[in-house]
T-cell receptor, first 110, second 116 residues
Framework: GDSVTQMEGPVTLSEEAFLTINCTYT??????LFWYVQYPGEGLQLLLK?????DKGSNKGFEATYRKETTSFHLEKGSVQVSDSAVYFC?????????FGAGTRLTVKP | GAVVSQHPSWVICKSGTSVKIECRSL??????MFWYRQFPKQSLMLMAT?????????EQGVEKDKFLINHASLTLSTLTVTSAHPEDSSFYIC????????????FGDGTRLSIL
């Protein structure tokens, strides 16, 4: 079945550092890909998405490109802030069934 | 944007009681609702998929008699944890879909359940 493999955390960075969280997927069809963010004590929020190959999703300085050739959707941000500390989930949906990665906990220190 | 309301957000109860969690789509018709469970420091685990008017489809290893799911209308699904025990303590999240192909799920804010 469809699955998502996400870089394991936790990840600890200093403020203004560059962030990459790797995500690869396995799917039989052509899924849409997502990054969700979960702030402490809150529900998941959609961070960005891409619906087809070569699409780039972006939001709040984060971006990820749908790479069909490498089946990847890595999350990047050029300069992280303390407020970016959260758990990030990569996910895919195909035919109304969403699969999540394991989640990556990011801590940004001042 | 689409809004999903999940209630309650927190519940603490004694072992042996039953707890009902509601998931409502506020501004769209949710043909499909999903219930997830999240253990601390772990990813979400899909528990069941619920289509309006049909019996829920449970994932392998999820006890259907333990976690009763009802999706009687296009805007409401409920998860009832029956005879809850401390091992049922967890964070439960619902999500809803309007049924459009490739539509992202819209998530509730989750329910933190603590069984004493």
């Amino acid at each position: 079945g469809d699955s998502v493999t996400q870089m394991e955390g936790p990840v600890t960075l200093s403020e203004e550092a560059f962030l990459t969280i790797n995500c690869t997927y396995t799917a039989t069809g052509y899924p849409s890909l997502f990054w969700y963010v979960q702030y402490p004590g809150e529900g998941l929020q959609l961070l960005l998405k891409a619906t087809k190959a070569d699409d780039k999703g972006s939001n709040k300085g984060f971006e990820a490109t749908y790479r069909k050739e490498t089946t990847s959707f890595h999350l990047e941000k050029g300069s992280v802030q303390v407020s970016d500390s959260a758990v990030y989930f990569c996910a895919l949906t195909d035919n109304n069934d969403m699969r999540f990665g394991a989640g990556t906990r990011l801590t940004v220190k001042p | 944007g689409a809004v999903v309301s999940q209630h309650p957000s927190w519940v603490i109860c004694k072992s042996g009681t039953s707890v009902k969690i509601e998931c409502r789509s506020l501004d769209f018709q949710a043909t499909t609702m999903f219930w997830y469970r999240q253990f601390p420091k772990q990813s979400l685990m899909l528990m069941a998929t619920s289509n309006e008017g049909s019996k829920a489809t449970y994932e392998q290893g999820v006890e259907k008699d333990k976690f009763l799911i009802n999706h009687a209308s296009l805007t409401l699904s409920t998860l009832t944890v029956t005879s809850a025990h401390p091992e049922d303590s967890s964070f439960y999240i619902c999500s809803a879909s309007g049924g459009q192909f490739m539509e992202p799920q819209h998530f509730g804010d989750g329910t933190r359940l603590s069984i004493l």
